[in-house]
Structures are given as C-alpha cells and as structure tokens.
C-alpha cells in the first residue's frame, strides 16, 4: 500500500499543488487537505502516515511567517501531531510549512517536543523577500530524509529566513546535537556568506530536524527541483534519462522511509 | 440595546536591541538614501490597536502568544491613549498609520490568531512607528518620512505626535432617499452635470442620455447615469480605438476591428479560440488545456500609490485570467514598467510626482507582494525609463492562465441566481464620483473614500481556490470579474441578452452608511461575480463558506431585457440593456501623422569602444534588472525552465521566459515582450513593428515555435482629442495588422490606457505614444529549449539578420543624448524567412544557445552571452552580413554602428562545429554569416573593418557593471549597516 501524505492547505498556502505531485511521483498517496478540515475533525490525521506543510503565506504571514498556522496548530492539533510522529510518521515542513513547525516550536523541539519556541526565522537581513538558486549541504546523521553530506542545488523564495536562535547555548545544543538538517554553502561546500546564505542564517542554518529525525523543515523548495530542467544551468548539459532534479532525493526518501 | 464598547489596547513589538532589526535598517537607508543626514539609527514598531472585550489581560496574552516573536520580539501593552515613551538614546518617534477606509489585509491574519486563541475581538487596526536616534529636526524627519517611508495619500504620517487609532469600524445606517437627476436643457448646463458628477461623458453621449431619458417621461437617478458612465467609459467601451477616426484622409469606421481584429479574423488559425471577447484571450495548448492571456495597465493608480496600484493592477489582471470562460488558473504573470530616470535629481521632480525611484520601488514591491502571496510567479516583464514618465508612469501586468477544453463556453440563464464573491465592498476606488447629496457627502466624511487601493492578495487566492472547485463541480453557469465599474459592470456584461434584478443592500459591506450608488459603483478589490443555478445554491454558498470565502445572492437574472436596482424595496434604477450596451453614440475623430525624428548625428569616431560598451551597460535602459527580479518568486508552482537569468549563478538575461504549466507534461510555452517607445518618436509605424518583431524574437530565440505565436496588445499615449497623438496610434495599430497578416502571428487580445498627461507648473507633459506587444509561442519539449548564455569554447558564432545603419531611437544615440532620424524598419518579407529558418534549426536542435540583439545590438548581446561560465567571444566585424546598396541603404563604415545598430530580426547563434554544415544549409536564402568563435579567455574581442582590434574587454568587468548599475537596495542598505556599525561604537 502506498504511504498516505496529508498536504496541509490553509488560506495562502501556494506550493500545495507541486509539494503533492512530489510525494506521488516517489510513489505515495498525496491529498491536500484545508485546515479548517482538519480543525473540524483532528482525529482525520490518523489516516495518514505523514504530514506535509508546504511553501505560501499562510494567513498572509503580516504578523510573522507560519505564526498563525502555528497558533491554530497548537490549539487544536497538539496531540494528534505528536501521535503521528511516534507511530513512525514523518513531517515535512517547506519553506512557510518550516516556518510553521518552527513556531510551534516542534522544530527542533529541544527543551519542549512541542509548544515551546527555541529558534527563529526572522526578517532576511536585505529586509528583502529573495528568489535564488542557493547550494545547501545536509549535515544531520539521523535525517530520514537524507544522508548528511549531500550538496544539493535548489531554489529558495522568502522574507523571513534568516535562523536565529535565543541565545549562544542553544545555538551549540542545535548544532552539537545534530539538529541541523541543511546549511548553505558555497558551490564548493565553502562557508557561505551573501547571496550564497541569502538571509544572514547563524552559521548558514538552512533547514532542522528533530531528535527522531522524522520532522524535518526547511527554508528552499526541493519541489521546485525535482525535475532536471528546474535548473537554471541544465542547458548547458545532458539531460539525466529519468529527468530527475536534485531536491527529488527528499521526496524519495521520505516515501521511503514510510515502507 | 447596544453593549458598552471593548477596551481598545495598543500592542507594540520591537526586536530585541540583541538582535538586528532589518525593518529599522531598511528605513534607515531610505532616509539616508534621501540625502537626510544626522542619523545614528532607527529601529522599527510594529504596532496593533485591538478593541477586546477580555481585558488587559487578554491583550497581554495576544502580545506574548501571538504578535511577538518569542526569540528576537519584545512586546509592550498600553491603553489607547498612552504616549508610547521614547527609549533612551532615540530622539524622535515616526507615526505611520493607515487612514480609515483604506484597507488593512494585515488585520485579517491577526484576527485568525486572536480568534484561535480563543479571545473574542472587537477590531484590529496595524500600523507602523520608527524610532530614531541622531540630531535631525522633526520638520526634516516628517518630510523624510512621507517621501520615504508612508504615503500621504493613503497614510497619516506624525513625528513626535501622539495618535489615536480607532480599530473598531463605524458608519450609520439612516434613512436613504433615492435620487433623480434632472438633466437640464442647455447644452451647457448639461454638461456641467457630467463634470460635476465626475462620469466623463462628452456632450453628445449626455445629449443622448437626455433624449432617452425624455422618451420615457423621466429623469434618470443617479444609479443609472453612473451605471451609463461607466459602461460607457473609455476604459470599458474603447471608444477612441473602436471609433471612427479620419486619418489624413484615410478613413476608419471603427479602427480596431479594420485592422488588429481584421487580421485575426482573416488569418483564422485553429489554435485562436476565443479571441477579443472575453475577458482574455485563449489559444490552445493540448488536447485538454488551452492557455489564455491578459495583459492591463494600471498607470494612473500607480502614480499616486505605487505600492497599492501596482498591487491592484496584478490582483486586477488576475481577476480577469479567473473571468475567462469558466475560470482559468493563472499560472504566470508579468509585468513591463515605464519610469522616469531613477537617478534624477530630486529637484527636478515637478510638484504632485513622486521620485521615479520611489515609484519603482513601490511598484516593483507591489507586485511583489500581491503575485507572490497569490502563488503566481512572475517571470518576464521589462523596465524602459524615459523622462516623460515621471508624472505619469506606465505599469503593465499580464497574465498567462491554464483553463480546461471544456470550459471556454459560459453563458448566464434567466433564473441563475446573481452571487457576489469575495471581498465585502466599501468606497474604494469611487473617487467621490457619486451623485450623492450633500448630507450624504457630509456622511461620507466620517469614513474617508479610499480613493487610493491596497489590494489583499490572500482574499483573492480564497476565492481563486473556492472558484476553481466550484468550476469543476459544475456549481455556475457563468462568471466575470469585479473591476472597473464594480458591479456595475460585472452584473451589466454578464445580464446583456438577458435582464437583471438585483437587490443592493444585499451585498456585504465593510462598514455602514453607502448609497446604492456607491454599493452599485464601487471598484473594491477581491470580487468575482458568478451566475448559479437554483438547484446549486446552496451547494455553492457552502463551498465557498468552507473555504472562509463570502459568497452571497443580490440577485436573479430575467428575461426583461432591463436591468432593475432596487435598494430596500424601493426601485431606484430601471434601464433598458439595449440602451446601455449599444446607445453610444459614435463620433469622428481626426488624426494626423506627424514626422519626427530629429537630423541624423554625426558622432564623433569613438576613440575607445571598450568604455563606450561599459558605459552602455551602465545605462538604466540595459542595467541588469535583477534587483527586481529576486524579489518576485519566478519558480513557485514548479513551472520554471527558462527562468529571467540562466546559466551558473544566473549570470545571463534570458529572452522570454519558458514554463511548463502541467506538472505531468514537458508541453510547455515561451512567454516574450517588446516595448521601444524612443522608436516612436521617429515613427509610431517602425515602433509598432519593431515591437511586434522583438516579441517574436523573444520567444524563438528559447526555442518556441513560429506557427503558433500569438501576439497581445497594450496600447498607451496622451490624450487622442490631439490629433497627431491619435495619429501615431492609427500608425500603430497598422502595423500590428501588417505584422500579423505578413507572419501569420494573429492578436489575440488586446488594450489601451489613451489619457496619459502629467500637468506642471511648466506645461502638460504627455508620455510618448507607446506600444507593448506581448507574444506568447508553443515549446512542443521544453527539454529542447534554448538559453542565451555560450557554452563552450571553440563553437562557432552565426550572425543571423541583416545588419543595417539603424541608430534611429537606439541606446547608443539614448547615451549621447540624440534621437537620430533612421529607425530599425522591419522587411517584413525577410523577417519571415529568417523567423522561419530560426525555428527549423531550433527544431532541428541545432543550436547549442541563442540571444536575440536588441537595445545596444551586437556589442551587448555578444557579452551578454559570455557572462555565465567565464568564456569569452572573438568576432570579426568585416564579416557581418551589413545592407548593401540594394537596400537602398548606405554601407557602413563605421564599426562602432557595426557594434551598435539595432537593426531588428537579428539574432546571435551559437553553433557546434560538426553542425555548421547543417546550419548552413538550412539559411541558405537568409543573410547569415560565422563571425567568430568562443573563445576561453573571458575577453570580447572585435576586429574592425581594417581587421585592427577595435574592441578587448574584460568579461567579468562588463559583468559587474551590467549587474550593479541598477541596484537599488542591497548597496544602500549595506552603508546603511556600516554607518550604523560606525555611528555605535
């Protein structure tokens, strides 16, 4: 049977579309489904082995990217969360659904698995919404969505991206304790500073995951490259036979990881 | 009996002193930016002005919960009227506040989260502060701030003065009178009522309401004579373009439909589905989707609010992309700009303009946030700048749309139910044109008429994701969009062929105390109309309530042939739909076609033409645009092929844009502009061609195809009562018919804004008579299209096209400050064939890149291509194919018009070695040379026509000026930082 993806949809959500066509090109079962469905009746998480939370603006992001998702998520939608995630489901957050989980502070759910918010994403340091093409390498080792030490090339598109957590010792708790799940580098895998890091993330944090490695959230869209023609350079080389971008990796693996 | 009314609470959020606060350094920048100096720092308020029956507390829990961020934010909770304290260090405190009846989307989110917290709310109001350190006088920070920072159209700005903020929405629902119109019988007075009114009807359109309205025994209401204003405005009739018009003796009964519509209609290509009626056009694209495309201009709005005009302009167009047949899905937008020179000086700005750069920046911004929140990305468009639009800019925004085979047809039935969708309805965008009494005037002050809109984009995308589903589940019969003329004319167009009733208090309102006039005529933003079966009803409504979208019944289409208001009860309009649809009465209009140019310059020879190419790539017309383009999401809805810039690190423009509209499908199309109104004050006839052929070149240059291009027209220019204004449009509009009759490349859509003139103090300045022509082509495998950035080195350089001495309206005379009298003219014969061999070596896949020459011609191109991967170009200019003197047209002898000329139907190719003979082959009857090769040094190198080295430049130096000329953020935000690092220690 395959894995069932919840595509979480509320007003502004706008990548729910290509965020479900990405989990069923890797073989699930992907339905977008409005929030005020699920707020209705959370017990209808129960029928899906993951959740997804793509890319937008939900509510319109005018108090602070994903909070009010967030503030409806923690009302109604706690426990169900957490139970999906110790039956083995998994979470993936993109770009405003990463803004979401972060909110609810469930990413990276370091002093509280819920409800308690360690870390931020604020305001990029242009004051800028940006569109580019970033290089990010994943470093978590327990990250069901990728191996660490993959470098991917894929796009990215927010004002409010730029990591930042409370304080120093949190900081170093998220990083030693393999919480990051992607950083932005330099093409090379080199330290990256702007537009390579397009917001101004301490230490180039670009996605998290938490301590079951199952959630997972993360600033640029891999939907928006799992074609190899999404590039902006494929011109300029052979097409791969099977057309595959670099951000189809998450999407293969999280289905893979609900087997 | 009426409950006491909540406590009102202010709740301001600053970041934390610890952490950066972007906002604040933003802000500073701007105000530096205007030369204002004496500042150390500022730092941004967020604030919030909640009216909440549960107390302090609950504002306390709203502020730690909800509005700050529980990292970086602090929050403070103080009652209405406390004066915010200034923190130690700063010595002033900026107010920005949105006046009332201007919309406020940011309130909609923090009502969600109020209300999910469970708190009962009585009204949210947001509003912005700045604090700011340093020794500069109020006075200077309060101008600063309103050229900087808000807008006095739409915003109350204060320095240092306390504010109230009411967030509770008021109004009174009085008794209403329904009012009669008397239209007098001198000539004179008669048109007094229509210059009082604000309806811009000319005399002889009141003269035929009169005699109408006397005919029934009658005087019209103020409902009807808006409701025949508007229908017979300008902007919903095209009475200038479809009207008869004397043209030094050549004579059009109606302009539009003998020439642009004439050509489409004769060229009768299959895949044009429905051309120039609906709110789009549609051409198809596979055997289940067509694709439609709109493209609007939204000037006038965009000149007093660039922010919210140029928001509502791309909510407009997409409304209609939603009011095409049945309801298309807009998949791509894009957006031309026609500006003033950003870097004028602010002195010269004339009094009621706004600094070109301001108006950019507002502009581009709100596009910005209008199409990314809706989820559209905007991937092609262009900037041209020109001083006579300062006053008046041009903002274009167009929209592609995916709509399904069988949903083109649509058609309302006597007994569909009339349902308004949307946003609720409130004075926006009537400005004060009303036929309401002075009491009623008197009213309307408690409430501001925003004049002035600010679109909310996610109000539109609920209806977009509520329509598309009712769409598919068969829920309407039909569906337009609420624009100009609100619903005035949306129920008017939908009810031709049948009648109405509709019952106008019915329609949700933002606040009390309209008229019907007002309910009937206003252009609030987020509406769409649809007609539904009985037997849907209910179905329908409670679609759209799940999705949190208001849908409501005003109304029910008859058979009457009349349009019938009622407000209350009382029948307060009654009009005959034949009157109003097809009374206009028509009148002549003269032009004259006036030559122009000025006398052809002898420049100087160019000494040095490797810094003549750098300043040219300096100049704002070839600048990069990529300040503007990072900020629009160009990849959302994972379409993306041939993005705005391509290659590693996006270094090259591109020359359309290529999407994939369907995720399962590599079908896509290749989306192109051409805009060049310097042309058209040698020659609206060459312009007009011109344009036409750089659209095209757009789009094949990616690859796309030849037999299936459609093209869109935007027509703009001042007013047509000049003659030979309206003369340089007939010019154009002729060589849209020549253009799409010799290519077999039909319009398919078209519009026009005919009015733009800035009056100063010094004269009225009227913006050059411009055309956009949008083109949109079939990529049967978007895996075979073409970017422009060079490959490898050692591939060999084609010149395809002629290259002529043709600096007329060029960017190279733009540089020197010349205008010139010889124009890029099209052969419309030999654009053809090399259009139709172009495409057969795309097919071919022949070509390993491609760039089409346009502002700066060889030169630019050439570099351009280079820019990506670190390669350079070595060419040869004896070996352009240049005009000999068969073409009636002197040789050239000059390399720097070599490098220079904008000859039009050229493009550069680069080819694989082993395919020469193939590519050869293929333009044989085409003038086409090899030039030169690419090369691995990262140099532009040229010989000249007596083969010594004319040109030797630095790749990556171009580059870095191609990419900073025009950036106007990132540096001034960074010495903003730095000052502000500096001004700390």
């Given at each position: 049977?395959?894995?069932?993806?919840?595509?979480?949809?509320?007003?502004?959500?706008?990548c729910?579309?290509?965020t479900?066509?990405a989990f069923?090109?890797?073989?699930?079962?992907?339905?977008?489904?409005?929030?005020?469905r699920?707020?209705?009746?959370?017990e209808?998480?129960?029928?899906?082995d993951?959740?997804?939370?793509?890319g937008?603006?939900?509510?319109?992001?005018?108090i602070?990217?994903?909070?009010?998702l967030?503030?409806?998520?923690?009302?109604?939608?706690r426990?169900p969360l957490l139970?999906?995630?110790d039956?083995?489901g998994?979470?993936?957050?993109i770009?405003?659904?990463?803004?979401t989980?972060?909110?609810?502070?469930?990413?990276?759910g370091?002093?509280?698995?819920?409800?308690?918010?360690?870390?931020t994403?604020?305001?990029?340091d242009?004051c800028?919404y940006?569109?580019?093409?970033?290089?990010i390498?994943?470093v978590s080792?327990?990250s069901v969505?990728?191996q660490?030490?993959q470098?991917?090339?894929?796009p990215?598109a927010?004002?409010?991206?730029?990591?930042?957590a409370?304080?120093?010792?949190?900081h170093?708790?998220?990083?030693?304790g393999g919480?990051?799940?992607?950083?932005?580098?330099?093409e090379?895998?080199g330290?990256?500073?702007?537009?390579e890091n397009?917001?101004?993330s301490?230490?180039?944090?670009?996605?998290?995951?938490?301590?079951?490695?199952?959630?997972?959230g993360l600033?640029p869209?891999?939907?928006r490259?799992?074609?190899a023609v999404?590039s902006?350079?494929?011109?300029?080389?052979?097409?791969?036979?099977d057309?595959?971008g670099?951000?189809?990796?998450?999407?293969?693996?999280a289905?893979?990881?609900?087997r | 009996?009426?409950?006491?009314?909540p406590?009102?609470?202010r709740?301001?959020?600053?970041v934390k002193?610890?952490?950066?606060?972007?906002?604040?350094n933003s802000?500073?920048?701007?105000?530096?930016?205007?030369?204002?100096?004496?500042?150390?720092?500022?730092?941004?308020?967020?604030?919030?002005?909640?009216?909440?029956p549960?107390g302090?507390?609950?504002?306390e829990?709203?502020?730690?919960?909800?509005?700050?961020?529980?990292?970086?934010d602090d929050?403070?909770?103080?009652?209405?009227?406390?004066?915010?304290?200034?923190?130690?260090?700063?010595?002033h405190r900026?107010?920005?506040?949105?006046?009332?009846?201007?919309m406020d989307?940011?309130?909609d989110?923090?009502?969600?989260?109020?209300?999910?917290?469970?708190?009962?709310?009585a009204?949210?109001r947001t509003?912005?502060?700045?604090?700011?350190?340093?020794?500069?006088?109020?006075d200077?920070l309060g101008?600063g701030a309103?050229?900087?920072?808000?807008?006095?159209?739409?915003e109350?700005i204060a320095?240092?003065?306390?504010?109230?903020?009411?967030?509770?929405?008021s109004g009174?629902?009085g008794?209403f009178?329904?009012?009669?119109?008397?239209?007098?019988?001198?000539?004179a007075?008669?048109?007094?009522?229509?210059k009082?009114?604000?309806?811009?009807?000319?005399?002889?359109?009141m003269?035929a309401?009169r005699?109408?309205?006397?005919?029934?025994?009658?005087a019209?209401?103020?409902?009807e004579?808006?409701?025949?204003?508007?229908?017979?405005?300008?902007?919903?009739k095209?009475?200038?373009?479809?009207?008869?018009v004397?043209?030094?003796?050549?004579?059009?009964?109606?302009?539009l439909k003998?020439?642009i519509?004439?050509a489409t209609?004769d060229?009768a290509?299959?895949?044009c589905?429905?051309?120039?009626?609906?709110?789009?056009g549609v051409?198809?694209?596979?055997?289940?989707?067509h694709?439609?495309?709109?493209?609007?201009?939204?000037?006038?709005p965009?000149a007093?609010?660039?922010?919210?005009?140029?928001?509502?302009?791309?909510g407009?167009?997409?409304r209609?992309?939603m009011?095409?047949?049945?309801?298309?899905?807009?998949?791509?937008?894009?957006?031309?700009?026609c500006?003033?020179?950003p870097?004028?000086?602010a002195?010269?700005?004339?009094a009621?303009?706004?600094h070109?750069?301001r108006?950019?920046?507002?502009?581009v911004?709100g596009?910005?946030d209008?199409?990314n929140?809706?989820g559209?990305?905007?991937?092609?468009?262009?900037?041209?700048?020109?001083?006579?639009?300062?006053?008046?800019p041009?903002v274009?925004?167009g929209s592609?749309?995916l709509?399904?085979a069988?949903?083109?047809?649509k058609?309302?039935?006597?007994?569909?139910?009339?349902?308004?969708?949307g946003?609720?309805t409130?004075?926006?965008?009537?400005?004060g044109?009303?036929?309401?009494?002075?009491e009623?005037?008197?009213?309307?002050?408690t409430?501001?008429?925003?004049?002035?809109?600010i679109?909310?984009?996610?109000?539109?995308?609920k209806?977009?994701?509520a329509?598309?589903?009712?769409?598919?589940?068969g829920?309407?019969?039909?569906?337009?969009?609420?624009g100009?003329g609100?619903?005035?004319?949306?129920?008017?167009?939908?009810?031709?062929?049948?009648?109405?009733?509709?019952?106008?208090e019915?329609?949700?309102?933002?606040?009390?105390?309209?008229?019907?006039?007002?309910?009937?005529?206003?252009?609030a933003q987020?509406?769409?109309?649809?007609s539904?079966a009985?037997?849907?009803?209910a179905?329908?409504?409670d679609?759209?309530?799940?999705?949190?979208?208001?849908?409501?019944v005003i109304?029910?289409?008859t058979?009457?042939?009349?349009?019938e208001?009622r407000?209350r009860?009382?029948?307060?309009?009654n009009?005959d739909?034949?009157f109003?649809?097809?009374?206009?009465?028509r009148?002549?209009?003269?032009?004259?076609?006036?030559?122009?140019?000025?006398?052809?310059p002898?420049?100087?020879?160019e000494?040095?033409?490797?810094?003549t190419?750098?300043?040219?790539?300096a100049?704002p017309d070839?600048?990069?645009k990529e300040?503007?383009?990072h900020?629009?999401?160009?990849?959302?809805?994972?379409?993306?092929v041939i993005?705005?810039?391509?290659?590693?690190?996006?270094?090259?423009?591109?020359?359309?844009?290529?999407?994939?509209?369907?995720?399962d499908s590599f079908?896509?199309?290749?989306?192109?502009n051409?805009?060049?109104p310097?042309?058209?004050?040698?020659?609206?006839?060459a312009?007009?061609?011109?344009?036409?052929?750089e659209?095209i070149?757009?789009?094949?240059?990616?690859?796309a195809?030849?037999?299936?291009?459609?093209l869109l027209?935007?027509f703009c220019?001042a007013?047509?009562?000049?003659?030979?204004?309206?003369?340089?449009?007939?010019?154009?509009?002729?060589?849209?018919?020549?253009?799409?009759?010799?290519?077999?490349?039909?319009f398919?859509s078209?519009k026009?804004?005919?009015?733009?003139?800035f009056?100063?103090q010094?004269?009225?300045?009227?913006?050059?008579?411009?055309i956009l022509?949008?083109?949109?082509?079939l990529v049967v495998?978007?895996r075979?299209?073409?970017?422009?950035d060079?490959?490898r080195a050692?591939?060999?350089i084609?010149?395809l096209?002629?290259?002529r001495?043709e600096?007329?309206?060029?960017?190279?005379?733009a540089?020197?400050?010349?205008l010139g009298?010889?124009?890029?003219r099209?052969?419309l014969?030999?654009?053809?064939a090399?259009?139709?061999?172009l495409a057969?070596?795309t097919?071919e896949?022949?070509?390993?890149?491609?760039?089409d020459?346009?502002?700066g011609?060889?030169?630019?191109a050439?570099?351009?291509?280079?820019f990506?991967?670190?390669?350079?170009?070595?060419v040869?200019l004896a070996?352009?194919?240049?005009?000999?003197?068969?073409e009636h047209a002197?040789?050239?002898?000059?390399?720097?018009?070599?490098?220079?000329?904008?000859?039009?139907t050229?493009f550069?190719l680069?080819?694989?070695p082993?395919r020469?003979?193939?590519?050869?082959?293929?333009?044989?009857d085409?003038?086409?040379?090899?030039?030169?090769?690419?090369?691995?040094?990262?140099?532009?190198r040229?010989?000249?026509?007596?083969g010594?080295?004319?040109?030797?430049?630095?790749?990556?130096?171009?580059?870095?000026?191609?990419?900073?000329?025009?950036?106007?953020?990132?540096?001034?935000?960074q010495?903003?930082?730095?000052?502000?690092d500096k001004?700390?220690?």
């Open positions: 049977m395959k894995p069932r993806i919840l595509v979480l949809r509320a007003a502004g959500t706008n729910d579309v290509e479900a066509f069923e090109r890797y073989g699930a079962k992907a339905t977008a489904i409005h929030v005020n699920l707020t209705e009746k959370p209808l998480l129960a029928e899906f993951g959740l997804a939370l793509p937008g603006f939900s509510y319109g992001d005018d602070a990217a994903g909070k009010v967030a503030i409806e998520l923690l009302a109604r939608l426990d139970a999906l995630v039956r083995g998994i979470v993936l957050g770009c405003n659904g990463f803004q989980l972060v909110k609810t502070g469930l990413l990276p370091i002093s509280a698995r819920i409800g308690a918010q360690d870390v994403l604020a305001d990029n242009s800028r940006e569109d580019r093409w970033v290089h390498e994943s080792p327990r969505f990728i660490p030490g470098r991917l090339h894929v990215l927010h004002g409010e991206g730029k990591y930042v409370k304080d120093a010792a949190t170093k708790k998220i990083v030693d919480f990051v799940a992607f950083r932005y580098v330099t090379d895998g330290v990256a500073s702007y537009p397009p917001n101004g301490i230490d180039g944090v670009a996605g998290l995951v938490d301590t079951t490695g199952r959630v997972m600033m869209h891999p939907e490259a799992m074609f999404h902006p350079s494929w011109t300029g080389a052979a097409l791969r036979e057309d595959e670099a951000g189809a990796v998450i999407f293969k693996n289905v893979q990881a609900l | 009996m009426p409950s006491p009314s406590a009102v609470f709740i301001e959020v600053q002193p610890a952490f950066s606060d972007s906002r604040g802000a500073l920048a701007e105000l530096r930016g205007l030369g204002l100096a004496g500042l150390s720092n500022v730092r941004s308020v967020r604030g919030f002005a909640l009216a909440l549960g302090r507390a609950a504002a829990r709203i502020a730690r919960e909800a509005l700050a961020d529980a990292v970086v929050a403070a909770v103080l009652d209405a009227d406390a004066r915010p304290q200034l923190p130690a260090g700063f010595a900026i107010d920005i506040v949105k006046r009332k009846g201007v989307p940011a309130a989110g923090v009502l969600r989260a109020i209300m999910a917290l469970g708190e009962p709310v009204g949210v509003y912005t502060a700045f604090l700011v350190a340093g020794t500069v006088s109020a200077k101008d309103a050229r900087a920072l808000g807008n006095a159209a739409i109350d320095v240092d003065q306390p504010h109230a903020i009411d967030p509770t929405t009174s629902t008794a009178t329904k009012v009669d119109v008397p239209l007098p019988m001198g000539d007075e008669l048109l007094d009522v229509s009082t009114g604000g309806l811009s009807l000319s005399l002889i359109e003269q309401i005699k109408h309205f006397a005919e029934l025994g009658r019209p209401t103020d409902v004579l808006e409701t025949i204003a508007q229908t017979w405005s300008e902007h919903c095209h009475k200038t373009l479809a009207g008869a004397n043209c030094d003796g050549r004579r059009y009964d109606n302009l003998e020439t519509f004439k209609k060229l290509r299959p895949w589905i429905s051309v120039f009626k609906d709110n789009a051409i198809a694209f596979d055997d289940r989707h694709v439609t495309f709109k493209v609007e201009t939204h000037n006038h965009s007093i609010e660039p922010y919210g005009g140029a928001g509502t302009g791309i407009g167009v997409l209609d992309t009011g095409t047949g049945l309801g298309a899905k807009p998949i791509v937008s894009t957006d031309v700009f500006f003033g020179p870097d004028l000086p002195s010269e700005v004339p009621g303009a706004l070109p750069r108006v950019l920046k507002g502009v911004a596009v910005r209008y199409g929140r809706m559209i990305p905007t991937a092609n468009g262009a900037l041209v700048f020109d001083r006579r639009f300062i006053g008046n041009l274009f925004c592609v749309g709509l399904p069988d949903k083109v047809e058609a309302a039935r006597a007994g569909d139910r009339i349902v308004v969708v946003g609720r409130g004075r926006d965008g009537i400005h044109a009303t036929f309401s009494s002075r009623l005037h008197h009213e309307s002050e409430l501001d008429s925003g004049a002035v809109q679109g909310n984009a996610i109000q539109e995308k209806v977009l994701d329509q598309l589903q009712a769409r598919d589940l829920l309407y019969t039909c569906v337009t969009d609420c100009a609100g619903l005035s004319s949306a129920v008017g167009e939908m009810a031709e062929g049948l009648g109405a009733v509709v019952d106008l019915r329609v949700p309102l933002k606040y009390d105390g309209l008229t019907y006039a007002e309910i009937w005529i206003s252009e987020e509406r769409m109309v649809l539904v009985p037997e849907h009803e179905q329908l409504l679609l759209f309530r799940r999705e949190d979208v208001e849908a409501t109304g029910t289409f058979t009457s042939g009349r349009l208001l407000y009860g009382v029948e307060v309009g009009l739909l034949e109003l649809h097809h009374g206009v009465p009148v002549v209009r003269h032009a004259t076609v006036k030559p122009g140019g000025e006398p052809e002898t420049l100087a020879d000494v040095d033409l490797n810094a190419l750098e300043r040219l790539f100049q070839i600048a990069s300040w503007v383009v900020q629009y999401d160009h990849e959302v809805q994972a379409g993306s993005k705005p810039f391509v290659g590693p690190g996006q270094k090259t423009p591109s020359d359309a844009a290529v999407v994939r509209p369907k995720l079908r896509g199309i290749a989306i192109g051409g805009i060049c310097r042309v058209g004050d040698i020659d609206a006839y312009m007009g061609l011109l344009a036409i052929d659209a070149r757009n789009v094949l240059a990616v690859g195809r030849f037999d299936e291009c459609a027209d935007n220019s007013s047509c009562e000049r003659p030979e204004v309206l003369g340089a449009v007939v010019r154009v509009a002729e060589a849209c018919r020549d253009a799409a009759l010799a290519w077999q490349t039909p398919v078209g026009d804004s005919l009015n733009n003139e009056r100063t010094n004269g009225t300045v009227q913006i050059p008579t411009t022509i949008s083109s949109i082509a495998d978007v075979h299209a073409l970017s422009s060079f490959k050692g591939n060999a084609v010149l096209g002629l290259t001495p600096l007329g309206g060029s960017a190279y005379y540089m020197h400050g010349r009298r010889c124009p890029p099209v052969d014969v030999r654009a053809k090399v259009f139709t061999a057969k070596l097919s896949r022949l070509v390993t890149s491609c760039h020459l346009s502002d011609g060889l030169a630019v050439l570099a351009e291509m280079a990506s991967r670190g390669l350079g170009v070595d040869d070996k352009v194919p240049a005009a000999d003197g068969e002197p040789s050239i002898e000059r390399d720097d018009v070599l490098l220079f000329s904008e000859s039009p050229r550069v680069e080819i694989e082993q020469l003979r193939d590519v050869e082959r293929i333009l044989a085409v003038p086409h040379a090899v030039i030169g090769t690419v090369t691995g040094d990262g140099r532009v040229a010989r000249s026509l007596t010594a080295r004319v040109l030797d430049a630095d790749v990556q130096h171009l580059a870095h000026v191609f990419h900073h000329s025009l950036d106007l953020g990132s540096a001034m935000a010495d903003a930082l730095r000052g502000h001004d700390s220690r």
